[in-house]
């Protein structure tokens, strides 16, 4: 996902309690985190099995997204090189590898291996932001670092999965982009969005010129299912979802949502072995349960600097 900027949330009530989440509330979170659990499948359907060019599936999701963000670009957010680097790392450089990892990758491995953005936006944000971590973040971030690591290696212990480290690169980025954010106050999430996907609409469509081939053919051999994958991930996961979970994290606690969406990586394992028939051994169930046992962790300490960082991270 895209993800989108922080914005400051009415205090709670009470000075020690937030609000409880309401049964509509948390049926739209479940909806959003289906959504996105879903989208890592059809994006592997997209780029390993349709065998349509990542860079050129990036190029015209971003494309989708901008076309239909348009009418939000202005006025620019200031400074203006700051939300195009932004964009770029969050949008298209994060989607880029995210997608190109996919073609080798499973699903649900991804899913596991892209929870090492908790961690990473986490110690990015202490050299970075200044904020200060204690022992139980800590393990939290070994224990999401160790489980991601137990996915990459394979049972070997020499050979590496090439596209696994690439999802791994794509966390670094979307990270470095989200710390940017934080110094970039009071964007409206689809204006946001719509920077974003402009950001990232050249270089990808100039990517997929320069280095791929074969663009056209393979999307139109896909037929409309691709239009529909296309249409799917731009509009459901990206504008809708990104939009109606923006409104939720400003109606509730970090604190109370950051543990919800752990439902995603779940959601998308369950539909990568159902949908795509992903291997998943015992190797990949401690794996699994390491790494979202560490975000759990991470998610459920205070984070005075950057609290909802740790919620707006990619989901594709």
């Known amino acids: 996902m895209q993800p989108?900027?922080?914005?400051?949330r009415r205090p709670?009530?009470?000075?020690?309690?937030?609000?409880?989440?309401?049964?509509?509330?948390?049926?739209l979170l479940i909806a959003i985190c289906l959504v996105w659990g879903l989208s890592n499948v059809v994006s592997k359907i997209v780029v390993g099995q349709w065998g349509v060019a990542p860079l050129f599936y990036t190029a015209l999701r971003f494309a989708v997204v901008l076309a239909v963000t348009f009418p939000w670009l202005l006025p620019a957010p200031r400074p203006i090189w700051r939300i195009l680097m932004i964009g770029v790392l969050m949008g298209g450089g994060n989607f880029a590898l995210l997608f190109m990892g996919l073609q080798t990758a499973s699903p649900s491995a991804a899913a596991i291996v892209l929870q090492l953005g908790v961690p990473i936006t986490t110690l990015l944000s202490v050299f970075m932001l200044g904020e200060r971590i204690h022992w139980r973040r800590?393990?939290?971030?070994a224990l999401t670092m160790a489980g991601a690591l137990t996915v990459i290696w394979h049972p070997e212990g020499v050979e590496l999965s090439y596209g696994l480290w690439l999802i791994a690169g794509a966390t670094v980025v979307g990270s470095l982009g989200g710390i940017m954010m934080k110094q970039m106050e009071g964007?409206?999430?689809?204006?946001?969005?719509?920077?974003?996907?402009?950001?990232?609409?050249?270089p990808m469509a100039l990517g997929s010129l320069l280095f791929e081939h074969n663009q056209w053919p393979s999307?139109?051999?896909?037929g409309w299912p691709f239009v529909g994958a296309v249409a799917f991930t731009a509009l459901i996961v990206s504008v809708v979802g990104h939009t109606a979970f923006y409104g939720l994290i400003q109606r509730?606690?970090?604190?109370?949502?950051?543990?919800?969406t752990l439902m995603a990586p779940l959601a998308t394992i369950a539909f990568g072995v159902?949908?795509?028939h992903d291997h998943f051994d015992m190797r990949m169930a401690i794996g699994a349960a390491l790494a979202l046992t560490g975000v759990l962790i991470v998610a459920l300490r205070r984070?005075?600097?950057?609290?909802l960082l740790l919620l707006l991270r990619e989901e594709p």
Not at 219 to 222: E, G, K, R, V
Not at 252 to 260: K, V
């Open 187 to 202: 964007v409206a999430p689809l204006r946001f969005q719509a920077w974003v996907a402009l950001a990232s609409l050249v």
């Open 303 to 307: 984070n005075h600097v950057a609290p």
């Open 138 to 141: 800590a393990l939290g971030i």
């Open 252 to 260: 509730y606690e970090a604190n109370l949502i950051a543990p919800l």
């Open 219 to 222: 999307a139109m051999a896909a």
């Open 12 to 27: 709670p009530a009470c000075a020690n309690e937030g609000p409880t989440m309401s049964l509509r509330d948390l049926a």
């Open 4 to 8: 989108l900027p922080v914005a400051p």
């Open 274 to 276: 159902l949908i795509t």
